[in-house]
Each structure stands twice: as C-alpha cells, then as structure tokens.
DNA sequence: TCAAAAAATGACGTAACGTCAAAAAATACA
DNA sequence: TGTATTTTTTGACGTTACGTCATTTTTTGA
C-alpha cells in the first residue's frame, strides 16, 4: 500500500522526530529530554510533537522497539550461524553485547523502559510490539537451547527447563550489560574487560551444563575471529578493532 | 556522642521522613513520590522536608544506603559461614536474593539510583557511603573467591582474574533479580522459580570453574536447609515458607 | 518576661507536561 | 481564480512538582 505526499511528510516527520529524541538522549540522556527541546530542535511547536507521540514515554518505547528489532535480526543472524548450537548460543550472547556496544545508550534506555510506571503511560500498540519483540528474541535463544537438546548436544537437565536456561542467560548478559552501563568502575575492581568476562561466564556456564562441544580455548578464538570477520564484520567495523 | 534533645527529635524525624518516603515509594513508585507528598504524609511542611534532604534523589540513595548496609551485614554472614568457600559463596548469592524478597523494591530502587543523572543530585557525603557500601560488597565476595583460591579449592583460572570472576556471578545475581522484578511474564515463558534457576545457573558457573566440591544435589538441599533454618532463619521466616 | 536565635512555613519563581481554542495552511469546489 | 471547508499547526493556558527564601512561629536563655 503506497501512501500519499502527505503520509510521506508525516512518516518522515515522525523519523525525523525520533531521531532527535535519540540525538538529545544520547547527548544529554532521557531525564533531560524534553517535549519542548525535541519541538525545538525539529523546528515545530510542541502540539505539531504531541501529534506523533502521545507523551514521552511513547517516543521512548519507539525507540527501544526499533533497537529491538535490529537486535532480533542479529539473534537471527547468530541463530543461523552455521555451526552447532553451542556456537549458535555463544553467537547471540556476543551479538546481544555487539548490539549494546553499536548503538548509543541502548541499555539505559531499555532500563528507563522498564521502570514503574512508564509502560502504563504508553500506547496500547507501540507496548504490544515491544512484547512482541521480547518474546520474540526470548522465544528465538530457547528454540536454541531446544534444538541442542534434540540435536542430542545438550542433555535434558533434571532441575533446569530449557526457559530456564534461557533465564539464567539472559540474566547474565543483561546484567553485565547493566553494570557496564552503570558508572561503577569496574577497572577499579580488577575487571579488564567486562564483555570478554561476561562471555566467559556463559561459557562456564554451557560447560556446567555439560553442553557439548565443551569449551576450548582455539576453538574460542577461531569463533571469535569468524563472529568478527564474518558473521557480524559489517557491525564490528562500526567500531573497530576491539571487544 | 551523645544528642541533645532537638538533635533527637531532628534524627527522628529524619527517620521518620525515611520511612514515610519508602512506604510511599511502595505503594505508589517513585515517580509517584513528591517533597509534598511526604510533607502532608509527616504532617510537616515541605520546607522542612527539604532540610532533612536536599531533593528527592537524596532520600533515594539514603533509603538505598540502609538497604545496602543490610545487605552488606548478610553478605558478612554468609562469608562466616562454617564450611567451605564454594558454600559460602552459594550463600552470598542465596543472601542477595532473599534481601530482595525481604525488602520492598530494592532492586527498583537502586535501580533508579543507577539512572544517569541521579548521582550528580545527591550530597558527596551520601555518594561516598554508597560507594564505601558497594566496594564492601564486591571486596567481600572477590575475598570468598580469593581464599577459595588459596584454599586450592578453585584452580587459578587463565583467562578470568578473581575479579572477573565476582563480575561474572554479579552480573548473573542483578540480572536475574532485574528480571524478576521488571514486569515480565516469567512464568509464561516458562520459568517455574527465578530464584531458583538463577540459583542454579550460578552453580553452573562455580562447576564450570571447577570450584571444589562439585556440585552435589543431596549436598544442595542439605546447604539450602541450612540456610533456612540457621544462618538466615529470621529472614526467611519474613517472608513464610517458600524460595 | 522578653530579646535573640533557631526552626517551620508556604508563597513564589521556574520548568515541563499535556490540552485545546484559535490561527494558518492546504484542499475542494464553483 | 476566489472562496468555503477541512486539516494542520501553533503557542497560550492550566496543572503539577521542584527547590528557594523572606516571613512567621517557636524555642532558648539571660
């Protein structure tokens, strides 16, 4: 279905919206962020802003919906990596960093998202998309741990369903992205590298679960090496030669 | 040092205002939280509210630093705890979740205080303590870790510093606690027991190391026992019988 | 008892939210 | 092309909460 000029206008209008929400976001962060600034700085008055988004919370979650959505086709991307699924899973934990560390202040916003009382704010819509994105990248690593456990890679744990494996992951990826986000020093503590220590973490954590091929250092390596020249070149590039 | 009668009544009411603040913050959220509002609630003016607190944020982290010190006297429990230093790190991790379930919101709530923009509100003096409070938390795990590795009941790892490894487990233990409190239908995607899966992830990391004795189920269950009915039975009795 | 010091108050200035009647622009139609 | 109608944009307005500070009230102490 085409849209008219008009449609066209307002469509870009409310990406060119979005895109200095993100900008004053990025550069000053969320409490900062203002109706009136975003008006401001598009050159229109508020109303034409309260036109496109209902309030503030509603830009936000817009914008947490479109870096979702580029982390499914990651997830998507680290789950078709032509390997097996313990590689798959290591994958899509080092896109989920790869991800935070792209986009500007991901992880914060994601936070601010999830705090008391914003999703009641919220438009209907903009909040179904949002669970179903969710859902869909939670649904996406356990279909993972599934196929591992069909594949006969992983062996069906007696304490631990395969959600709840998911969990335990997604914990720990989630946290660690948190407390790097934080403004903790964690250099001061003796942490040198918070992704590499956060990715060794999940690996004991496959080797606990007796996850088959269990860890090796080479092979370590030589995934990283692939997830950094093939699988995610193009996104690594965007920040050069570390992680 | 002893007070005279108005430095009583001050700290009194400083308290008072604390409490009023977390029974608000409860009921309603943060956001919900206003200097009147607590002023009305005490049945004082908002005046002097404000020379108790310099702003919101100040009463945030004050009610964060009580919770931490709670924390941070379970933490020094569990680091006594008569057996070996895997188990004591099991009740480390066990600690932090039950202070979680005890209290109201504290993970909401430090939460917000790790909000950009939070810390630049608030008084040196309330920082500082914060920051005492979190590098005792951190120093008194990384300690576990370190006489474990004296201990030779965890081998020196090559690739993750004793740090790492307290980073790791960190990460693991506010992750799940994040999620648990954030408004996701856990169970929905199928998790039985958050605590318990992540609880159980973390012992897949602690097996992952190799950290001696290895996992043992009898074992767990003895070691949850334990902790039940001594080393945090007031606690657990705060919250009835579950976890 | 009363003057000086200390503490409490709430009116005030400011900022941001979200609304809505009026103004401006776009469109339709003669 | 000129006017009527619809759509869009605008910013003034009402509201709420913050944080300040001059004024009022209470306490203290001589």
Redesign the pocket.
């Known amino acids: 279905m085409t849209m008219s000029?008009?449609q066209r206008e307002?469509a870009k209008?409310h990406t060119l919206f979005l895109e200095i929400a993100r900008q004053i976001m990025h550069e000053e962060g969320f409490h900062?962020?203002?109706?009136?600034?975003i008006a401001e700085a598009a050159e229109?008055?508020?109303?034409?802003v309260?036109?496109h988004f209902?309030?503030?919370?509603e830009i936000l979650v817009q914008l947490c919906n479109q870096d979702m959505g580029e982390l499914l086709s990651l997830f998507q991307r680290a789950a078709e990596f032509d390997s097996n699924n313990r590689d798959r899973m290591i994958a899509v934990f080092y896109a989920h960093q790869l991800w935070s560390c792209i986009g500007d202040n991901r992880t914060d916003m994601l936070q601010h998202l999830s705090m008391h009382g914003v999703r009641d704010?919220v438009t209907e819509s903009s909040l179904k998309q949002h669970d179903e994105l969710e859902t869909g990248l939670v649904g996406l690593v356990n279909s993972i741990v599934e196929q591992a456990l069909e594949a006969g890679e992983l062996k069906k744990q007696k304490h631990l369903l395969a959600p709840e494996i998911v969990f335990g992951i997604w914990s720990l990826s989630s946290g660690a992205q948190l407390l790097k986000a934080s403004e903790l020093p964690l250099n001061e503590f003796g942490i040198r590298d918070a992704d590499m220590s956060s990715l060794r973490t999940m690996l004991l954590v496959l080797d606990g679960l007796d996850w088959q091929p269990l860890h090796s250092e080479a092979h370590l390596k030589k995934l990283l090496k692939q997830f950094r020249t093939q699988l995610f070149a193009e996104e690594v590039n965007q920040i050069g030669p570390d992680s």
């Open positions: 000029r008009k307002i209008r900062l962020l203002s109706m009136e600034g229109y008055s508020k109303g034409t309260y036109q209902t309030c503030k919370e704010k």
